[in-house]
């Protein structure tokens, strides 16, 4: 199994530009069937809070990301900003199988705001996972639990993922370059804490208002660095062993002393 982490600049709302740096990105990458494509936070717009015109009201984000997993026929996570009843929206990570299948769309339990983004988007109320792979046939799978990007500092999101099962955790973000080491601290202790792997999906370059410092990285569940980009416009493609996370909580079974939330569950 293989994860491709799409780090790219994005073009400030400009769907269609940033649907083909998506393309020009992964086919130097070169994913295979049945890999794993995260992409960061509002891939399609970088964060805008102008979602009148960054929604994805006729649904070319979601049939963009329909076809990259059919095309690719990977799973592929996802992100885009949709319009609610009323005056505000969610962002949103969907996510899609490798037959074109939509699998689930987490909606972004914490609005950043500090970054003003509760004054466009609406909080969402659930966790939710997918599979990765062949899951329970003997082949190997993994159960994904994503997030976007400010969840990165609630740890008890993390915590009631695992308890539905999340081996992996996959985020896509928006990460200023002022909060890079955050960023990356946060993301090796959900890993350790979580026993679980983790993807850090962040973009690069620049908006009208902040500047990204990149830092993608992937995770082990020992809180083992897997691979990690600096700033540079890239794909970090890692391999995944899916069975690494069952035989790490079984060897030093933390995750069974929990007590706070619940007892965990594997």
């Given at each position: 199994?293989?994860?491709?982490?799409?780090?790219?600049?994005?073009?400030?709302?400009?769907?269609?530009?940033?649907?083909?740096?998506?393309?020009?990105?992964?086919?130097?990458?070169?994913?295979?069937?049945?890999?794993?494509?995260?992409?960061?936070?509002?891939?399609?717009?970088?964060?805008?809070?102008?979602?009148?015109?960054?929604?994805?009201?006729?649904?070319k984000t979601l049939d963009?990301?329909?076809?990259?997993?059919?095309?690719?026929?990977?799973?592929?996570?996802g992100g885009r900003t949709?319009?609610?009843?009323?005056?505000?929206?969610?962002?949103?990570?969907?996510?899609?199988?490798?037959?074109?299948?939509?699998?689930?769309?987490?909606?972004?339990?914490?609005?950043?705001?500090?970054?003003?983004?509760?004054?466009?988007?609406?909080?969402?109320?659930?966790?939710?996972?997918?599979?990765?792979?062949?899951?329970?046939?003997?082949?190997?799978?993994?159960?994904?639990?994503?997030?976007?990007?400010?969840?990165?500092?609630?740890?008890?999101?993390?915590?009631?993922?695992?308890?539905?099962?999340?081996?992996?955790?996959?985020?896509?973000?928006?990460?200023?370059?002022?909060?890079?080491?955050?960023?990356?601290?946060?993301?090796?202790?959900?890993?350790?804490?979580?026993?679980?792997?983790?993807?850090?999906?962040?973009?690069?370059?620049?908006?009208?208002?902040?500047?990204?410092?990149?830092?993608?990285?992937?995770?082990?569940?020992?809180?083992?660095v897997l691979g990690e980009?600096?700033?540079?416009?890239?794909?970090?493609?890692?391999?995944?062993?899916?069975?690494?996370?069952?035989?790490?909580?079984?060897?030093?079974?933390?995750?069974?002393?929990?007590?706070?939330?619940?007892?965990?569950?594997?």
């Amino acid at each position: 199994m293989r994860a491709h982490l799409v780090q790219m600049m994005i073009e400030w709302e400009d769907r269609h530009k940033n649907f083909d740096r998506v393309k020009f990105l992964l086919a130097e990458a070169g994913p295979n069937p049945g890999d794993l494509i995260v992409l960061p936070e509002m891939f399609d717009s970088g964060f805008s809070l102008n979602t009148k015109r960054t929604a994805d009201s006729e649904n070319k984000t979601l049939d963009f990301l329909r076809d990259l997993a059919i095309q690719t026929e990977c799973t592929v996570q996802g992100g885009r900003t949709v319009l609610q009843s009323g005056q505000l929206a969610t962002n949103t990570a969907p996510v899609f199988s490798p037959t074109g299948s939509q699998l689930a769309e987490y909606a972004k339990i914490h609005p950043f705001s500090f970054g003003r983004e509760p004054e466009a988007f609406q909080a969402g109320n659930e966790i939710v996972t997918y599979p990765w792979g062949e899951l329970g046939d003997g082949t190997g799978g993994l159960t994904v639990c994503p997030a976007i990007c400010y969840d990165l500092r609630f740890p008890e999101l993390f915590r009631l993922g695992l308890l539905k099962g999340a081996q992996m955790f996959a985020i896509g973000a928006n990460w200023p370059a002022a909060r890079a080491e955050h960023w990356r601290a946060l993301l090796i202790a959900r890993a350790i804490e979580n026993q679980a792997f983790v993807l850090g999906v962040n973009r690069t370059g620049s908006d009208p208002y902040l500047q990204y410092r990149g830092g993608t990285i992937a995770i082990g569940p020992k809180g083992d660095v897997l691979g990690e980009l600096g700033d540079e416009q890239a794909v970090l493609s890692v391999d995944i062993d899916s069975g690494e996370v069952a035989e790490w909580r079984k060897t030093f079974p933390a995750w069974q002393d929990l007590r706070l939330i619940g007892p965990g569950g594997d």
